[in-house]
């Protein structure tokens, strides 16, 4: 009999583990159970926010038809929460009451929106119940809310200055609301960005339509609307900032009761190590979201560094890939095959990438150094190890700003505010822990408008006008000197212009500066 | 005796019209022999409208080039090549394939084509090959060219047409989207055909280099799209995840036309414009633009979508053709009349070289070899009984790894190709021809490939011989011969004809091209490529033949307009991801791609022989950023060694903004020590056989200056010292 896999959750990243499990269900290698909660079966979350401003549809979201599946032969369950896990059967028992058994068990359940502590709204961290007009935007309903506060043109305030807030929030003053971001330091984005880079940002959000309130405390919420829906937001200092629709985004927190309740080790997320198994339970694993690597060699410099879950999906999908293919050869080849298996390789700060059409930013990395910072420059260089080094540039007037730290030559931590090709860049450059070229100055120069026409105007008469041929400009001027007067006689006594006739006009300058200049004398 | 002639270009798969005169003999020469020369000129002819590029000007000075091969060469045991009469030469083939075949079996013999033969040496080369030399190890250098755009198309299709339409159907398009193609250097007079889209801002060229197509995009004609190599596919689902999320496909055409939507739909949700833009370097909003120009096209003057071997000649080329056939599909773009999806086809007859069995896996007429009803077909056309006829044989890069190797080829027949300059990691290529029993190796010159061969064989140019080609756009055109051949030098035709009867082959083999062509004619017949309905005499009357045409059609110049070529009649969308396989360039390696040069055309055998070409174009030059670069402590015009696991080039360096700091790209017209293909990987798709040519990991290093000072002293191109 097959192995049979059960993965608790059908998210993004549990989309991604099932399609490369595929070939392995097809071929009865393994069966497959996937249990969502949802009633939809996975789709891209990371676009919740484009659905909720009607920029998209739930159809183009999807990362998986059931149907599709099932008749590839694996069992979905949908709309139906797991329970409990009775580890000592191997079985998890579902809210409906049946229970199923697993040989491998895979918790894809990933996280949850943090619901701050505001009066008005309800404490309970697993159950929230949250009054009308105020939403976490996590899932296609909480989309649907948004959707019709946008399309009635609404007052619509974010509450925090993260990725998702601010992306939220600029899509809906895009798309004809009025937006609001509250935050509660001095610029959005927090931590991961400097001070510079976020006053940029901060111009850009309200020069792209959304009000921002900074350095703002809130603490509690007004429900004085039309039946007892939300109306205003409650600040500290005794204001309100007025609103139709609420959208809380404040973070998530991994989902981890389940594998707490059957008495798996927890941390920020469910602990496991690098092959992403649980503690003591080698047959049971975690990905993406509610999954912590920390394993648990105390000699490991890795995880004595590492920060929890990265709250991004591309993490996500690369543990996926990974534990498919860890799955498929544990069940093909046996255990030690699979431990033979590389460890799944250790994952760079995320980049996070504002996704808004109106702005361009890129973050990632450690940004808070600046270049005359002797203490954080000279922080971690031992041993022949470099100091850090810091390239920054700086024009608010026009909504651009860059700063890249860099270690060798290679980058450690970047932003990157209105500069879209040299973010693009800079993104590759980390990615790939390339060597930055000395001249800094040439990844800024790639947003500048003479990167476009480089040459082109030259007046260089050893400069090739036409290129099919192989005729410079001198050549084309001796032969107008030596009486050619149109683009067939220069082309006949050149080849010039015989190709693709791109330069015929260019030809044709020629011939009438030269005959305006004769006609001048 | 031929008195000139209307027929086309020798090099690149456009063959631009070109009428071949013979000029008046120079007054002052002194009459050592009275040979005729040959004038070129533009003729007008739909795909170059009387234009003619640098190498189509200058193509009639090889043939009477000083160098060329007149007599068949034996190498002698100095290593030394010696002429020898065409029936010594004949006699010790005829032995060599027997020996071989006694000793090691059939298989043990192979055959190498090319994409530069006409339609009657291809078709005559595959039927040679599996009933004379009774061989399956047949392939050809269109492997390195066109197959993963066949292999998508197929799969897309059912058939594969590099255009299924005319390529004067581009002049009115609003928006073109040209994928890894540098028309304005590979086929300069086909830039004609972009102007209309130039001018209503429509031109979208993704490259990674500023290539002069991706200027052609300058002064409001549209955008440059500048991904890093190997990225081309993930750039191709973010246009399309852009369609699909912003309303942009045309949803009749998807639910009539295509099966298999809803599947790539899903496939697309994961690559958003800002996710993509961290996986190719393009910014998220050009990756928007892309995808909206495109649909508005679509809806207005139409759109067409065109790509290249830059993006195709990749590990994952197959998948990256599909996308963009996908994207097109999504558009609703094939098959329509003013709107398509279509691939460049590269050399001469790469179209027609791919149809009649040079492939390892395929008969005349674009058939299967695997396939019963096909084999029959054949048998019945060559009178022969089925089983003569060998399965599958061996992709070329596979073939190319066998030779020498237990069970691999031994003697090796190559037809148009120069093997030791265009194949992947040439130094292992070489070596494999060294270990051979016996090459021959048919050539006009002693290319670096013909240089390695025990036997030479002289054969015709262009200029010199009757024949058909099949262009990018399908079309039968004819070769007509304008001169006679030097004494001495015989068409491959002849040739296969002489071998035949001495290795007692079954069945004729003709050496008349026109009687070929008649016996090719009844041999695709009924398949995909169907050339039934086509004679010389239309094609002399200038009638445009577009395939497939069958006998009493009148042709098909434009493909899909009914239906796709699957028994549903519905296009096949796939959905395709990106390869895992993930490329580490932190140890200051870059990304080596390597291209073409407008004054070469594919290894320089040729266009090197060519004074002019050669002095506009005298050595490879890797173009380098100046701030990548400066790093290294590379100026302009320095010597510089371009070095990986597999081999070492040395070349001068070009500084250029035209490339991507991360990116060098160097030609691959050059042999010896400015080989790119040096540099290559042998690693191939899964699908397509092709290999990886676009994006090799290499170190770049100013040059020792002990190198720079022998270099300086000889001051000559380093492949002509080579030579020397």
Same mark, same amino acid.
């Given at each position: 009999?097959?192995?049979?896999?059960?993965?608790?959750?059908?998210?993004?990243?549990?989309?991604?583990?099932?399609?490369?499990?595929?070939?392995?269900?097809?071929?009865?290698?393994?069966?497959?159970?996937?249990?969502?909660?949802?009633?939809?079966?996975?789709?891209?979350?990371?676009?919740?926010?484009?659905?909720? !401003?009607?920029?998209?549809?739930?159809?183009?979201?999807?990362?998986?038809?059931?149907?599709?599946?099932?008749?590839?032969?694996?069992?979905?369950?949908?709309?139906?929460?797991?329970?409990?896990?009775?580890?000592?059967?191997?079985?998890?028992?579902?809210?409906?009451?049946?229970?199923?058994?697993?040989?491998?068990?895979?918790?894809?359940?990933?996280?949850?929106?943090?619901?701050?502590?505001?009066?008005?709204?309800?404490?309970?961290?697993?159950?929230?119940?949250?009054? *009308?007009?105020?939403?976490?935007?996590?899932?296609?309903?909480?989309?649907?809310?948004?959707?019709?506060?946008?399309?009635?043109?609404?007052?619509?305030?974010?509450?925090?200055?993260?990725?998702?807030?601010?992306?939220?929030?600029?899509?809906?003053?895009?798309?004809?609301?009025? +937006?609001?971001?509250?935050?509660?330091?001095?610029?959005?984005?927090?931590?991961?960005?400097?001070?510079? #880079?976020?006053?940029?940002?901060?111009?850009?959000?309200?020069?792209?339509?959304?009000?921002?309130?900074?350095?703002?405390?809130?603490?509690?919420?007004?429900?004085?609307?039309?039946?007892?829906?939300?109306?205003?937001?409650?600040?500290?200092?005794?204001?309100?900032?007025?609103?139709?629709?609420?959208?809380?985004?404040?973070?998530?927190?991994?989902?981890?009761?389940?594998?707490?309740?059957?008495?798996?080790?927890?941390?920020?997320?469910?602990? *496991?190590?690098?092959?992403?198994?649980?503690?003591?339970?080698?047959?049971?694993?975690?990905?993406?979201? =509610?999954?912590?690597?920390? =394993?648990?060699?105390?000699?490991?410099?890795?995880?004595?560094?590492?920060?929890?879950?990265?709250?991004?999906?591309?993490?996500?999908?690369?543990?996926?890939?990974?534990?498919?293919?860890?799955?498929?050869?544990?069940?093909?080849?046996?255990?030690?095959?699979?431990?033979?298996?590389?460890?799944?390789?250790?994952?760079?700060?995320?980049?996070?990438?504002?996704?808004? @059409?109106?702005?361009?930013?890129? !973050?990632?990395?450690?940004?808070?150094?600046?270049?005359?910072?002797?203490?954080?420059?000279?922080?971690?260089?031992?041993?022949?190890?470099?100091?850090?080094?810091?390239?920054?540039?700086?024009?608010?007037?026009?909504?651009?700003?860059?700063?890249?730290?860099?270690?060798? /030559?290679?980058?450690?931590?970047?932003?990157?505010?209105?500069?879209?090709?040299?973010?693009?860049?800079?993104?590759?450059?980390?990615?790939?822990?390339?060597?930055?070229?000395?001249?800094?100055? %040439?990844?800024?120069?790639?947003?500048?408008?003479?990167?476009?026409?480089?040459?082109?105007?030259?007046?260089?008469?050893?400069?090739?006008?036409?290129?099919?041929?192989?005729?410079?400009?001198?050549?084309?001027?001796?032969? !107008?000197?030596?009486?050619?007067?149109?683009?067939?006689?220069?082309?006949?006594?050149?080849?010039?212009?015989?190709?693709?006739?791109?330069?015929?006009?260019?030809?044709?300058?020629?011939?009438?500066?030269?005959?305006?200049?004769?006609?001048?004398? | 005796?031929?008195?000139?002639?209307?027929?086309?270009?020798?090099?690149?798969?456009?063959?631009?019209?070109?009428?071949?005169?013979?000029?008046?003999?120079?007054?002052?020469?002194?009459? !050592?022999?009275?040979?005729?020369?040959?004038?070129?000129?533009?003729?007008?002819?739909?795909?170059?409208?009387?234009?003619?590029?640098?190498?189509?000007?200058?193509?009639?000075?090889?043939?009477?080039?000083?160098?060329?091969?007149?007599?068949?060469? %034996?190498?002698?045991?100095?290593?030394?090549?010696?002429?020898?009469?065409?029936?010594?030469?004949?006699?010790?083939?005829?032995?060599?394939?027997?020996?071989?075949?006694?000793?090691?079996?059939?298989?043990?013999?192979?055959?190498?084509?090319?994409?530069?033969?006409?339609?009657?040496?291809?078709?005559?080369?595959?039927?040679?090959? @599996?009933?004379?030399?009774?061989?399956?190890?047949?392939?050809?250098?269109?492997?390195?060219?066109?197959?993963?755009?066949? +292999?998508?198309?197929?799969? $897309?299709?059912?058939?594969?047409?590099?255009?299924?339409?005319?390529?004067?159907?581009?002049?009115?398009?609003?928006?073109?989207?040209?994928? /890894?193609?540098?028309?304005?250097?590979?086929?300069?007079?086909?830039?004609?055909?972009?102007?209309?889209?130039?001018?209503?801002?429509?031109?979208?060229?993704?490259?990674?280099?500023?290539?002069?197509?991706?200027?052609?995009?300058?002064?409001?004609?549209?955008?440059?799209?500048?991904?890093?190599?190997?990225?081309?596919?993930?750039?191709?689902?973010?246009?399309?995840?852009?369609?699909?999320?912003?309303?942009?496909?045309?949803?009749?055409?998807?639910?009539?036309?295509?099966?298999?939507?809803?599947?790539?739909?899903?496939?697309?949700?994961?690559?958003?414009?800002?996710?993509?833009?961290?996986?190719?370097?393009?910014?998220?909003?050009?990756?928007?633009?892309?995808?909206?120009?495109?649909?508005?096209?679509?809806?207005?003057?139409?759109?067409?979508?065109?790509?290249?071997? /830059?993006?195709?000649?990749?590990?994952?080329?197959?998948?990256?053709?599909?996308? $963009?056939? &996908?994207?097109?599909?999504?558009?609703?773009?094939?098959?329509?009349?003013?709107?398509?999806?279509?691939?460049?086809?590269?050399?001469? &007859?790469?179209?027609?070289?791919?149809?009649?069995?040079?492939?390892?896996?395929?008969?005349?007429?674009?058939?299967?070899?695997?396939?019963?009803?096909?084999?029959?077909?054949?048998?019945?056309?060559?009178?022969?009984?089925?089983?003569?006829?060998?399965?599958?044989?061996?992709?070329?890069?596979?073939? %190319?790894? #066998?030779?020498?190797?237990?069970?691999?080829?031994?003697?090796?027949?190559?037809?148009?190709?120069?093997?030791?300059?265009?194949?992947?990691?040439?130094?292992?290529?070489?070596?494999?021809?060294?270990?051979?029993?016996?090459?021959?190796?048919?050539?006009?010159?002693?290319?670096?490939?013909?240089?390695?061969?025990?036997?030479?064989?002289?054969?015709?140019?262009?200029?010199?011989?009757?024949?058909?080609?099949?262009?990018?756009?399908?079309?039968?055109?004819?070769?007509?011969?304008?001169?006679?051949?030097?004494?001495?030098?015989?068409?491959?035709?002849?040739?296969?004809?002489?071998?035949?009867?001495?290795?007692?082959?079954?069945?004729?083999?003709?050496?008349?091209?026109?009687?070929?062509?008649?016996?090719?004619?009844?041999?695709?017949?009924?398949?995909?490529?169907?050339?039934?309905?086509?004679?010389?005499?239309?094609?002399?009357?200038?009638?445009?033949?577009?395939?497939?045409?069958?006998?009493?059609?009148?042709?098909?110049?434009?493909?899909?307009?009914?239906?796709?070529?699957?028994?549903?009649?519905?296009?096949?969308?796939?959905?395709?991801?990106?390869?895992?396989?993930?490329?580490?360039?932190?140890?200051?390696?870059?990304?080596?791609?390597?291209?073409?040069?407008?004054?070469?055309?594919?290894?320089?055998?040729?266009?090197? @022989?060519?004074?002019?070409?050669?002095?506009?174009?005298?050595?490879?030059?890797?173009?380098?950023?100046?701030?990548?670069?400066?790093?290294?402590?590379?100026?302009?015009?320095?010597?510089?060694?371009?070095? &990986?696991?597999?081999?070492?080039? %040395?070349?001068?360096?070009?500084?250029?903004?035209?490339?991507?700091?991360?990116?060098?790209?160097?030609?691959?017209?050059?042999?010896?020590?400015?080989?790119?293909?040096?540099?290559?990987?042998?690693?191939?798709?899964?699908?397509?056989?092709?290999?990886?040519?676009?994006?090799? @990991?290499?170190? *770049?290093?100013?040059?020792?200056?002990?190198?720079?000072?022998?270099?300086?002293?000889? /001051?000559?191109?380093?492949?002509?010292?080579?030579?020397?």
């Amino acid at each position: 009999m097959s192995e049979r896999i059960v993965v608790v959750g059908f998210g993004p990243v549990a989309a991604r583990l099932v399609d490369d499990l595929l070939p392995a269900v097809r071929t009865g290698l393994v069966r497959l159970l996937v249990v969502g909660q949802e009633t939809e079966a996975a789709y891209n979350r990371v676009m919740v926010a484009e659905l909720g !401003v009607g920029r998209t549809t739930a159809d183009a979201l999807a990362m998986a038809e059931v149907s599709a599946l099932e008749s590839d032969g694996v069992d979905v369950r949908l709309g139906v929460a797991v329970k409990r896990i009775d580890r000592a059967r191997q079985h998890v028992v579902l809210a409906d009451g049946t229970s199923e058994h697993y040989d491998r068990l895979v918790f894809a359940t990933g996280s949850r929106p943090v619901v701050p502590n505001l009066t008005g709204l309800n404490p309970d961290p697993t159950g929230p119940v949250l009054p *009308v007009g105020v939403t976490a935007l996590r899932d296609l309903r909480d989309a649907e809310v948004l959707r019709s506060a946008v399309a009635a043109g609404q007052r619509v305030v974010v509450l925090g200055g993260g990725v998702l807030g601010l992306e939220t929030a600029l899509a809906a003053a895009e798309e004809g609301a009025q +937006a609001t971001v509250v935050h509660n330091g001095p610029f959005p984005l927090g931590r991961s960005i400097d001070r510079g #880079s976020g006053s940029v940002l901060t111009a850009s959000l309200r020069a792209g339509g959304v009000r921002v309130a900074g350095n703002a405390r809130s603490t509690g919420v007004e429900t004085a609307g039309p039946g007892g829906s939300f109306s205003a937001l409650l600040l500290d200092d005794g204001s309100a900032i007025d609103g139709d629709l609420l959208v809380l985004s404040c973070g998530v927190r991994p989902r981890m009761e389940l594998a707490e309740g059957c008495g798996l080790p927890v941390g920020t997320g469910i602990l *496991v190590d690098h092959h992403l198994r649980t503690y003591h339970e080698p047959h049971m694993f975690a990905i993406g979201d =509610c999954a912590e690597v920390r =394993c648990q060699d105390a000699s490991c410099v890795e995880c004595r560094t590492a920060n929890g879950p990265s709250g991004l999906v591309g993490p996500g999908w690369r543990q996926a890939e990974w534990l498919a293919e860890y799955l498929v050869v544990l069940a093909r080849d046996g255990q030690s095959a699979a431990d033979a298996l590389e460890a799944l390789p250790k994952e760079k700060p995320g980049v996070v990438m504002l996704k808004a @059409r109106g702005i361009d930013l890129a !973050v990632t990395g450690d940004n808070l150094a600046d270049p005359w910072d002797e203490e954080l420059l000279e922080a971690g260089a031992a041993s022949g190890r470099p100091r850090r080094q810091v390239s920054q540039w700086a024009d608010p007037e026009h909504g651009r700003y860059v700063k890249m730290t860099t270690r060798g /030559g290679v980058l450690e931590g970047f932003v990157a505010v209105g500069m879209p090709r040299t973010a693009a860049e800079l993104v590759l450059l980390f990615e790939r822990s390339s060597e930055l070229p000395a001249d800094r100055s %040439l990844l800024l120069r790639l947003d500048g408008p003479d990167q476009l026409d480089a040459g082109a105007t030259s007046k260089d008469p050893q400069r090739t006008v036409c290129r099919c041929a192989g005729v410079s400009a001198a050549g084309i001027e001796d032969s !107008v000197l030596e009486g050619c007067s149109s683009v067939a006689e220069v082309s006949k006594a050149t080849r010039a212009g015989t190709g693709c006739g791109s330069c015929h006009d260019d030809i044709k300058g020629f011939i009438e500066k030269h005959f305006q200049a004769t006609a001048a004398h | 005796m031929p008195n000139g002639a209307d027929t086309h270009c020798p090099y690149c798969a456009l063959q631009c019209g070109m009428t071949l005169t013979p000029a008046q003999p120079q007054a002052a020469s002194p009459a !050592v022999e009275p040979a005729v020369i040959l004038d070129v000129a533009g003729r007008d002819f739909p795909t170059n409208r009387g234009g003619l590029c640098r190498k189509g000007w200058t193509s009639a000075s090889l043939l009477h080039h000083t160098g060329r091969v007149t007599e068949p060469l %034996l190498k002698g045991s100095d290593g030394v090549h010696q002429p020898i009469s065409w029936d010594q030469a004949l006699q010790l083939i005829t032995a060599a394939v027997k020996d071989t075949q006694r000793e090691y079996g059939n298989d043990a013999v192979g055959v190498f084509g090319g994409g530069g033969l006409t339609n009657e040496k291809a078709y005559m080369l595959g039927k040679f090959a @599996r009933l004379a030399l009774r061989t399956s190890r047949i392939d050809y250098n269109g492997r390195f060219c066109m197959s993963s755009a066949a +292999a998508a198309g197929n799969r $897309a299709f059912g058939v594969d047409r590099g255009l299924p339409f005319p390529v004067a159907d581009l002049d009115t398009a609003s928006v073109i989207l040209m994928l /890894g193609s540098n028309v304005a250097e590979t086929m300069p007079p086909f830039v004609q055909h972009l102007q209309g889209a130039r001018d209503a801002g429509g031109l979208i060229v993704v490259d990674p280099r500023r290539s002069p197509t991706a200027a052609l995009t300058s002064d409001g004609g549209g955008l440059h799209v500048q991904p890093t190599p190997g990225t081309d596919l993930a750039l191709l689902l973010g246009i399309s995840h852009v369609v699909v999320h912003e309303g942009l496909t045309d949803p009749d055409f998807i639910s009539t036309r295509t099966s298999g939507y809803a599947a790539v739909v899903r496939s697309l949700a994961t690559f958003w414009p800002e996710r993509v833009q961290s996986l190719t370097g393009v910014p998220a909003h050009l990756i928007r633009d892309t995808a909206r120009l495109l649909a508005q096209g679509a809806k207005t003057g139409g759109s067409y979508i065109l790509s290249g071997r /830059g993006v195709e000649q990749h590990v994952d080329g197959t998948d990256t053709a599909t996308a $963009a056939i &996908n994207l097109s599909l999504l558009l609703g773009l094939p098959g329509s009349s003013r709107s398509g999806y279509g691939t460049l086809t590269g050399q001469g &007859n790469g179209q027609g070289g791919r149809e009649h069995g040079q492939k390892a896996d395929q008969l005349p007429g674009y058939r299967k070899i695997t396939d019963p009803a096909a084999r029959a077909h054949v048998a019945r056309v060559w009178g022969v009984d089925e089983s003569l006829i060998p399965g599958p044989g061996l992709p070329a890069v596979e073939l %190319l790894k #066998s030779l020498g190797q237990p069970d691999g080829v031994r003697c090796l027949f190559v037809h148009g190709a120069n093997v030791v300059v265009s194949a992947p990691d040439a130094h292992a290529v070489t070596k494999g021809l060294r270990s051979l029993d016996f090459l021959v190796v048919c050539d006009f010159f002693l290319s670096e490939t013909a240089a390695e061969a025990d036997l030479v064989l002289p054969v015709t140019q262009w200029a010199e011989e009757e024949g058909t080609l099949t262009n990018l756009e399908g079309r039968v055109i004819r070769r007509r011969r304008a001169l006679m051949p030097p004494p001495g030098v015989r068409n491959e035709l002849w040739l296969m004809a002489q071998l035949a009867k001495l290795l007692e082959a079954p069945s004729t083999f003709s050496d008349d091209p026109e009687t070929v062509f008649e016996e090719l004619r009844l041999a695709s017949a009924g398949g995909l490529a169907d050339y039934s309905g086509i004679d010389y005499a239309m094609l002399d009357r200038g009638e445009a033949a577009y395939w497939p045409y069958p006998s009493g059609s009148t042709g098909t110049p434009r493909l899909f307009g009914d239906g796709f070529a699957h028994a549903d009649g519905r296009a096949v969308m796939v959905p395709v991801t990106p390869s895992k396989r993930v490329r580490s360039f932190a140890d200051g390696s870059l990304a080596l791609a390597t291209g073409r040069l407008l004054e070469h055309y594919q290894s320089g055998a040729q266009t090197r @022989r060519v004074d002019e070409l050669l002095a506009a174009q005298p050595q490879a030059r890797l173009l380098i950023h100046p701030g990548t670069a400066a790093s290294r402590d590379i100026s302009d015009g320095d010597y510089v060694t371009v070095t &990986n696991e597999r081999g070492e080039v %040395l070349c001068r360096a070009e500084l250029s903004t035209t490339v991507r700091p991360d990116t060098v790209f160097l030609p691959f017209h050059f042999p010896g020590q400015e080989s790119a293909n040096r540099l290559t990987e042998a690693v191939t798709d899964p699908i397509s056989g092709m290999p990886e040519f676009k994006t090799s @990991r290499a170190w *770049v290093r100013k040059a020792s200056v002990i190198k720079e000072a022998v270099l300086a002293v000889t /001051g000559l191109p380093l492949h002509a010292k080579e030579a020397s």
